[in-house]
């Protein structure tokens, strides 16, 4: 589902090749169905994270993505408790909240069909 037009929406992008969108919901990050999800996972990642991952996999909510070993793709929004969380899970690697960055909301339409 997408946000609502009334809140903020987030990307992240994580070496090139990892691409989510999020937006917050009450005291929820909201990570969005169709976000990229990095099968890797760093030796510097915390064990929550690591279950928090090993969780989503389990549940099956990543679909693997035709031609791309390194990474799945998120099939339901999942709420997190924060920013911070919602990358590190993501990703799969020690990063903070900056890596999410805020989409202009301004910003013209670039086409139209």
């Not at 997408?2 to 999020?22: F, H, K, M, Q």
């Not at 899970?89 to 339409?109: F, I, M, N, Y």
Request: proline share 6%; glycine share 6%.
């Amino acid at each position: 589902t997408s946000p609502r037009s009334d809140v903020a929406e987030y990307t992240l992008t994580y070496n090139d090749t990892i691409w989510a969108r999020g937006y917050h919901v009450d005291d929820r990050f909201v990570v969005g169905a169709g976000s990229d999800f990095r099968v890797t996972t760093n030796p510097s990642c915390s064990p929550i994270t690591q279950t928090r991952r090993q969780v989503l996999a389990a549940a099956g909510v990543l679909t693997p993505i035709p031609g791309c070993e390194d990474r799945r793709r998120l099939t339901v929004d999942v709420g997190f408790p924060s920013m911070a969380i919602a990358a590190k899970t993501v990703t799969g690697a020690h990063v903070d909240s900056s890596k999410w960055r805020p989409v202009d909301q301004r910003q013209a339409l670039l086409m139209r069909l």
